[in-house]
């Protein structure tokens, strides 16, 4: 009997991938935390790593896959870079991973499939924001009433702008509802997307 794929938490995401992968990011990771041991902050930079990671991982994710192959995960991790203590560096006890893309790393608010009511925009600014997405969906009801709706066009508009987050693999579909909103927004979009020859 072989293991076929293994679910892999990391920080607030799930990633499902190979038993090769899982191996290699175990290592990497167990690397990273070793070189950490001394910092005060370990574990809020582990887990700003992984998130990199499982951001990456997800990005990097083919259309009709579900795993991460160790092909993938190689690529993600030299992306995200080594992990360095740079205690010795300086008087102050501090350690960092190195990404090598760092405009990649820069959090963004996304329209998120996971929780999307209509189009997902207030689970991304939750996200954005770190708290938990029924605040911000009542700050957006007491603002549309308070504004006399002009929240709605505010709502609106971000839905044209804000780019979609990846789908996550193994997340469950997209409502009816939000999916026609993706469709209607999707149609929008493609009246002011330059023509490909």
């Known amino acids: 009997m072989k293991r076929i794929s293994i679910t892999v938490s990391l920080n607030r995401s799930t990633v499902q991938m190979d038993e090769a992968s899982f191996v290699r990011l175990e290592s990497y990771l167990a690397e990273a935390s070793r070189t950490l041991a001394m910092n005060p902050d370990r574990h809020e930079i582990l887990a700003d790593l992984e998130q ?8 990097r994710l083919p259309a009709g896959q579900a795993l991460i192959s160790l092909i993938e995960l190689e690529a993600v991790l030299t992306e995200v870079g080594e992990v360095r203590d740079t205690a010795s560096e300086s008087n102050e006890p501090k350690a960092e991973y190195i990404p090598r893309d760092t405009q990649s790393h820069r959090k963004r608010v996304e329209q998120l499939n996971e929780g999307a009511i209509l189009s997902g925009i207030c689970a991304g600014i939750a996200r954005y924001v770190e708290i938990d997405v029924i605040w ?5 009801v007491i603002m549309t009433v308070l504004s006399g709706f002009t929240a709605v066009l505010i709502y609106a508009l971000l839905m044209f702008l804000l780019p979609i987050a990846p789908i996550r693999a193994g997340s469950p579909p997209l409502g009816k509802v939000p999916a026609k909103f993706r469709e209607a927004t999707a149609y929008v979009r493609s009246f002011f997307e330059p023509a490909k020859t």
């Open 136 to 140: 911000v969906r009542i700050v957006m």
């Open 52 to 59: 990199a990671i499982a951001d990456r991982c997800l990005q």
